[in-house]
Nanobody
Framework: VQLQASGGGLVQAGGSLRLSCAAS????????MGWFRQAPGKEREFVAA???????YYADSVKGRFTITRDNVKNTVYLQMSSLKPEDTAVYYC?????????????????WGQGTQVTVSS
């Protein structure tokens, strides 16, 4: 499967953005999906994930501010980000895992998108 992330940009602190990740192929519904991010000089970190059935899981740092959803008809996973903080600035990546359940471990994902830059100004 190929993944194409979009929706990043520059936003002021407290603002919102919605990231999208469009997947190719007809097997999107069989993948668990995740969002990760990587800030300059830091390791890639888990942000949110959603299982094939729609169960969700979030990093503590974004819980209550970010929402992950999926549309299996449009083959797209979304990350709605609200109350953004400067520390949310990073390149955001979507990933797909050939599994029923999600994971917060990047090494367990099989496919990755190219990333989209999110910059939050103070």
């Amino acid at each position: 499967v190929q993944l194409q992330a979009s929706g990043g940009g520059l936003v002021q602190a407290g603002g919102s953005l919605r990231l999208s990740c469009a997947a190719s192929g007809r097997t999107f519904s069989t993948y668990a999906m995740g969002w990760f991010r990587q800030a300059p000089g830091k390791e890639r970190e888990f942000v949110a994930a959603i299982s094939r059935s729609g169960s969700t899981y979030y990093a503590d740092s974004v819980k209550g501010r970010f929402t992950i959803t999926r549309d299996n008809v449009k083959n797209t996973v979304y990350l709605q980000m609200s109350s953004l903080k400067p520390e949310d600035t990073a390149v955001y990546y979507c990933a797909a895992r050939r599994s029923l359940i999600y994971s917060s471990s990047a090494s367990l994902y099989d496919y990755w998108g190219q990333g989209t830059q999110v910059t939050v100004s103070s």
